[in-house]
């Protein structure tokens, strides 16, 4: 009897808790349960998160980092534009002197008043379609030389850039752009901060593969130098960590340089040749020593409305790309998700950008760019202030010609091997947005799995389908219609948006604890988290001179 009372004593308290939670699997299997983790808002691995500060000659090092990396993108697009416009190659290096100005520009802009996050706002490839169709337009007409139908085209993308960028001015500076980022969940963030890495997967391997002999040697030496030589018990082990980049970048560069100087490229294709070889850019030669960029270089802009609709399809698509950068980079500088008002800023300032570079005669807008926010991930270092300092490097180097010519002459393939890890931080960074909400729920993996595929493939189909001159698979009659939808249609990232947001707010829309709302909300206004005003507020006290509306 005493042992049953006992046994009873004993097996009373259990049942509440079984009851508790129906789901949970029969005692037996208790072994084979691992740790869970805890959804946390901010990542803890980080060294150095948004407002701390690594020592000077840390910075410094870091900042050049950061440059070179803009670099990449900067001289990418330059040298498959400007050829193709007709300029020579005093033109292009001419307009990555530009580029470079109004990156450096733009960047401290968004740091200090913008979106405060540690963002390089770098050229974007959204703006490649208008661009090509304002160069088909000239290629029939005839031009006394072609540097003249080069200065025509750069001063149509002129003025077309100035109009275009009073959209982002209003969407941004009306708020809209913040209203409209409230429809935004965990579920919705997941493909649309994925594809924003996947979705540049052209920059990667299908660049090296034009090089191999350069680009995979710096794909391996950048992981292992990078990864696992960090065991090292040493110091060497953080130098490795942060600046592993950069001394494989000087390795391979001289590796190249060698190859070059040796005639291992003297009798291959011409393709080969510009790809691999370290002199083939003709950057050096035609740079100027000194040169500052200054308003209306290459003459007044032209306006031209059939060019104008589809230079706004392209800021819209970079507005939207940024936004899918900004919750990136707020994750791996160690902020919490940016507010609505800080998005609705940001794009507002981003179309003031866009101005200041049609005055300046750059050739594409900018768009925040995704490869410095995944050497954010690389380095772990997420400082603000490092990519403050870089803005001096890109204004620096675009004033002195000779010196930044000298860095922009490095192989393409080079900079897709580095690429090919960045941009895939970024992605990984978007899957992790899924731990906020229920990933075991069916409705959350339709969700995700649609925008996900479709965010990959109907871009893949528009570009496919576009031919040399920039006609995509969209031709009704009206060109401005067109240009609008087949700029907007081959970004996945916005593709990502349009589908997942649509998806994720009416599909049943009501089960908001699966949808990680409850989690996601405190974040989308000013006062709703502590932390927000500690990430996003401005320096210094220029809130209490902006009107309160604005804030």
Not at 141 to 162: K, N, V, W
Not at 259 to 264: E, K, N, Q, R, Y
Not at 275 to 283: A, F, I, V
Request: proline residues 7%; hydrophobic residues 45%.
């Amino acid at each position: 009897m005493g042992e049953t009372e006992n046994h009873q004593h004993h097996h009373h308290p259990p049942p509440p808790q079984v009851v508790a939670p129906p789901a949970a699997p029969p005692p037996n299997f208790a072994l084979s349960r691992g740790p869970t983790w805890t959804p946390a808002e901010q990542l803890h691995q980080l060294q150095y998160c948004i407002h701390s500060n690594p020592s000077w000659p840390q910075a410094l090092l870091l900042a050049f980092q950061h440059f070179i990396v803009n670099l990449g993108t900067t001289v990418l697009i330059a040298s498959t534009m400007v050829p193709r416009m007709g300029g020579n190659h005093g033109d292009k290096a001419r307009v990555i002197q530009v580029l470079l100005f109004m990156s450096g520009i733009n960047t401290l802009l968004q740091t200090l008043i913008g979106s405060r996050l540690p963002t390089v706002m770098g050229v974007s490839f959204a703006y490649t379609l208008p661009l090509l169709s304002i160069i088909n337009d000239y290629t029939d007409e005839t031009f006394a030389t072609e540097h003249d139908r080069f200065i025509r085209g750069i001063r149509t993308i002129q003025g077309s850039l100035i109009v275009a960028s009073f959209v982002n001015i209003i969407l941004g500076y009306s708020r809209a752009w913040g209203e409209l980022t409230r429809f935004f969940t965990p579920i919705v963030m997941v493909p649309v901060v994925c594809l924003v890495g996947l979705g540049l997967f052209a920059r990667g391997f299908p660049l090296l593969g034009n090089c191999v002999e350069i680009g995979l040697p710096m794909l391996i030496l950048l992981i292992i130098s990078q990864q696992y030589l960090k065991r090292v018990p040493s110091r060497a082990h953080l130098i490795l960590e942060r600046f592993a980049l950069l001394i494989c970048i000087g390795i391979v560069w001289a590796f190249a340089a060698i190859l070059t100087v040796s005639g291992a490229y003297n009798n291959v294709k011409t393709a080969t040749k510009l790809s691999c070889r370290t002199d083939r850019s003709y950057l050096m030669s035609s740079a100027p020593w000194i040169k500052i960029p200054y308003p209306f270089q290459w003459g007044t802009p032209i306006f031209r409305a059939s060019h104008v609709f589809g230079m706004i399809g392209a800021a819209l698509v970079s507005s939207a790309e940024s936004t899918a950068t900004y919750f990136a980079a707020a994750r791996l500088s160690g902020a919490t998700a940016p507010p609505a008002h800080v998005l609705s800023r940001s794009i507002g300032l981003q179309g003031i950008g866009m101005l200041l570079e049609g005055l300046f005669g750059s050739l594409v807008g900018t768009t925040a760019s995704v490869e410095n926010v995944g050497l954010l991930g690389l380095t772990h270092i997420g400082s603000r202030r490092v990519v403050q300092i870089s803005t001096g490097f890109m204004i620096f180097f675009s004033i002195f010609g000779k010196f930044g010519a000298f860095f922009a002459s490095i192989p393409l393939p080079i900079f897709a091997a580095i690429y090919c890890i960045l941009l895939g931080i970024v992605a990984a960074c978007g899957i992790t947005f899924i731990q906020f909400a229920n990933s075991n729920s069916m409705r959350n993996i339709y969700v995700l799995g649609v925008s996900l595929f479709l965010g990959l493939s109907i871009p893949q189909y528009f570009v496919m389908n576009t031919t040399g001159d920039g006609h995509g698979p969209v031709r009704t009659n009206a060109g401005w219609f067109n240009s609008i939808l087949n700029t907007f249609f081959s970004s996945p990232a916005t593709v990502a948006i349009i589908v997942g947001t649509v998806l994720d707010n009416t599909l049943e829309a009501k089960q908001v604890d699966d949808r990680g709302i409850p989690w996601w909300k405190p974040f989308q206004h000013s006062k709703g988290d502590s932390r927000t005003e500690e990430f996003y507020s401005y320096p210094l006290r220029i809130n209490e001179y902006i009107p309160t509306r604005f804030l």
